[in-house]
């Protein structure tokens, strides 16, 4: 089938450039939408089709739609930049787009063509470029996901899906005003299985993550760090970031992914930047156990988590029911740390070269 053309249809009455000024001084994260949405329909022996850029607006939905009683649903983060000259850039969409096709694989869905993913980007981006904020770490926020739209009570995969982008002018992810970020332990709760959808971005994934992050605040930590499902040892992941380790020889480690831990966009490209760098990456489990001793030692100098919303993020103190620790003074984020979230930024901003082609500039 050939993939459907856009058709463009402008909001009537969009936000005034006045008081769209004053909501992009201080967006904070996911509060601040922009004018337009992005939405294409699909249906079995139709394919994808009616692919439109619109007013953003709520979603009309029958209480029998598929999505709302068997959370058939996937979504994409990405973010839009402003570059030095005023235009905006994407970065890596197209490792978002194949990932949005594979998660689609794994939940019984259609893949949206990546092509189609890509264009549906560039239109709400071309749409709502004033809403991409002008200072230091702001930008916009791209939210594209799928969602099943047929209306039927029965555990099978829908014949009708809707695909939608909205997006959201943002600031920094945290505001805790530390440069360094807390972590909660989570002894009883998962996040995923061998198996299971922890490779896939859907909704069930940070659903179930909910109650761990929960008590990760009530105990005063920024976030919750999962450990595996079977034995209860090894680090995976955050609630929605990955983890890296720095070493006192200067090597570094992440969780492997395993089919348990999201394939996320920025860990792969921490990986390819720290290793133009020489820095040896190791991708193997670590345990617990020895995220302590080596911290306790001084053996681990840094660690950090990252990921398209907190970007590379310093973690500074590791709390649990087996006790506390810091990594290293628990308060200053480390070098390395802060060279890679540097070095990917610049790439990001159009500020130095991009050397792997994972820039698209807009306009």
Known sequence: MTEPTFRIEPHATPVDAGTRAGMLVDPGFGRVFTDHMVVINYK??????????????????????SVLHYAQEIFEGMKAYRTEDGGAALFRADANAARFARSAERMAMPPLPEPLFLESVRQLVAADRDWIPGQEGGALYLRPFMFASEV???????SEYLYMVIGSAV??????????????????????????????????????????????????????????????????ELGGMNLFF?????????????????????????LTLARDMGITVREERYAIDQWRADATSGRLREAFACGTAAVVTPIGTVRGADGDFRVGDGATPGELTLKLRTALVDIQRGLAPDRHGWVEKLL
């Open 171 to 236: 600031g920094a992810y945290f505001k805790s005003g530390t440069p360094t970020v807390s972590l909660w332990v989570s002894a009883d709760y998962t996040r995923a299985a061998p198996g299971g959808t922890g490779s896939a971005k859907c909704g069930g994934n940070y659903a179930a993550s909910l109650l761990a992050q929960s008590e990760a605040i009530r105990h005063g930590c920024d976030q919750v760090v999962f450990l595996d499902a079977v034995e209860r040892r090894w680090v995976e």
């Open 152 to 158: 039927f009570l029965g555990v099978k995969p829908s």
């Open 246 to 270: 720095v070493f006192d020889d200067g090597s570094m480690i992440t969780p492997p992914l395993r089919g348990t831990i999201l394939p996320g966009i920025t860990r792969d490209s921490i």
């Open 44 to 65: 079995e022996g139709m394919g994808w089709h009616d692919a439109r850029v619109q007013a953003r607006a709520p979603i009309q939905m029958d209480p029998a739609s």
